[in-house]
């Protein structure tokens, strides 16, 4: 069985950084499709970025430019870079990894959620 951890999270100001990790228990499929959802305090729930196996990346249009997913298969690693945060950034930040396992079994395998709080 797979876990995803994420880690990072934590409290910046605005125009501040920070890099989440969502790190693989066992192993994610190189395969695999992984996202970075966000959760916010108002419970409005975003697909903020999305890297394929090959490593094509999509963004929501509100992050875009300032977050930037990346991956790391031999370490079984997700990565989002967020650069130039906002407060409306500020959310529960979810890891998820879907796909299809060697047995042709879908899978879809989501972290516990990590909190990022943008704010002066």
């Given amino acids: 069985q797979v876990q995803l951890v994420e880690s990072g999270g934590g409290l910046v100001q605005p125009g501040g ?6 790190a693989a228990s066992g192993t994610i ?8 959802h ?9 697909l ?19 977050f930037t997913i990346s991956r790391d298969n031999a370490k079984n690693t997700v990565y989002l870079q967020m650069d130039s ?17 060697y047995l042709g079994t879908f899978r879809d395998y989501w ?3 990590t909190q990022v709080t943008v704010s002066s």
């Fill in 17 to 22: 950084s920070l890099r989440l990790s969502c």
């Fill in 85 to 101: 945060l906002k407060p409306e950034d500020t959310a529960v930040y979810y890891c998820n990894g879907a796909g299809y396992d």
């Fill in 48 to 66: 903020v970025a999305t890297i394929t196996s090959s490593g094509s990346t999509i963004y929501a249009d509100s992050v875009k430019g300032r």
């Fill in 111 to 113: 972290g516990q959620g």
């Fill in 29 to 36: 499929e190189s395969s695999y499709t992984m996202h970075w």
């Fill in 38 to 46: 966000r959760q916010t305090p108002e419970n409005v729930r975003e």
